[in-house]
């Protein structure tokens, strides 16, 4: 199994420009999720989904949006970047099964710098 | 939310000591917490779980304890190794479904 995979591993926009951050498991999770880490920081939660279909924002969702199509992928779209949005953006996937929190599998990372 | 800050915590160690790193919570009411280690350049990593239903819970060279009167996690590491060295951080349940809130990470440096 190849994971959690993102694409691409680094970009840089310019200020106003839309783009797509791509991220896919091959896990069969139903959870998907996206952070941004900062400088410092630890990772703080923009979007989740739950399945196919469903999306719910996280603590700093201002300025992204997500879809769920197919419980594979997970893409977040930035539609007008602004420098605040540099950052390392995370995608992650976990198994729901028995109604028990597990871990989280993280894939490598964006590097996102906006000018 | 998490305060945060510019500047991570730093431990070091020397190569064969042991390691504790430690975390605050903020969320009594969270009943699961791992830790995840996260080396320059990757994405973060699982090291152990622990359920609030459990004070310690040890893996290899590795153990977490919990106290939940205090809202305090820990990880020691045994026989602290050069691949050791990273960020490592704390994760509750937190208030997003199956997400997690995440500590600020502490650093750990290996010194030979």
């Known amino acids: 199994n190849a994971g959690v995979t993102q694409t691409p591993k680094f970009q840089v926009l310019k200020t106003g420009q839309s783009m797509t951050l791509q991220c896919a498991q091959d896990m069969n999770h139903e959870y998907m999720s996206w952070y941004r880490q900062d400088p410092g920081m630890g990772l703080r939660l923009i979007h989740y989904?739950?399945?196919?279909?469903?999306?719910d924002q996280g603590e700093v969702p201002n300025g992204y949006n997500v879809s769920r199509s197919t419980t594979e992928d997970f893409p977040l779209r930035l539609l007008s970047a602004a420098p605040s949005q540099t950052s390392v953006y995370f995608c992650?996937?976990?198994?729901?099964?028995?109604?028990?929190?597990?871990?989280?599998?993280f894939g490598p990372g964006t590097r996102l710098t906006v000018l | 939310g998490e305060s945060v800050g510019l500047h991570l915590p730093t431990l070091s160690v020397q190569e064969g000591d042991n390691s504790i790193i430690n975390c605050a919570y903020s969320n009594s009411a969270s009943d699961y917490f791992i830790w995840y280690k996260q080396e320059s350049g990757k994405g973060p990593q699982f090291i152990i779980d622990?359920?609030?239903?459990?004070d310690k819970r040890q893996g290899q060279r590795v153990t977490v304890l919990l106290n939940k009167t205090v809202k305090h996690l820990s990880l020691q590491i045994a026989a602290t190794q050069p691949g050791d060295s990273a960020v490592y951080f704390c994760a509750e349940n937190g208030n997003y479904g199956q997400n997690f809130v995440f500590g600020p990470g502490t650093r750990l440096s290996v010194l030979p």
């Open positions: 989904s739950v399945g196919a279909g469903i999306t």
């Open positions: 622990i359920r609030s239903n459990m």
């Open positions: 992650a996937s976990s198994y729901t099964g028995g109604g028990f929190r597990s871990e989280q599998f």
